[in-house]
């Protein structure tokens, strides 16, 4: 399984940004499929994740400002970014597990058991 994620950049505050993650070896649709986000200096941290059935879970600070969604003729999972702010400054990770997560199972990194290499975004005033 291989998770190639792209998208990233700087962007002002305000913008926009959109986020892809292109799977091999693991079909979104039937998997569970996180973004996650690391800024310098702190934990990483969930930032939305979308379940097989499409239900989606977003982290309260990015509630009304990103979408998750996927393709499956892509097979891809892309996070939408608009509405950025200086403290969305981080890299993001996708990530995806074999496994139907519960919500308390979504914030912890090892319900995950592969992961892209991470895109920068960089958000400016």
């Known amino acids: 399984v291989q998770l190639q994620a792209s998208g990233g950049g700087k962007v002002q505050t305000g913008g926009s940004l959109s986020l892809s993650c292109a799977a091999s070896?693991?079909?979104?649709?039937?998997?569970?499929m996180g973004w996650y986000r690391q800024a310098r200096g702190e934990k990483r941290e969930l930032v939305a994740v979308?379940?097989?059935?499409?239900?989606?879970v977003y982290a309260e600070s990015v509630k009304g400002r990103f979408t998750i969604s996927s393709d499956n003729a892509r097979n891809t999972v892309y996070l939408q970014m608009n509405s950025l702010k200086a403290d969305d400054t981080a890299v993001y990770y996708c990530?995806?597990?074999?496994?139907?997560?519960?919500?308390?199972?979504?914030?912890?990194?090892?319900?995950?058991?592969?992961w892209g290499q991470g895109t920068e975004v960089t958000v400016s005033s």
């Open positions: 990530a995806s597990s074999g496994r139907s997560l519960i919500t308390s199972q979504m914030g912890t990194e090892r319900s995950y058991d592969y």
């Open positions: 070896g693991r079909t979104v649709s039937k998997n569970t």
């Open positions: 979308i379940r097989s059935g499409g239900d989606t």
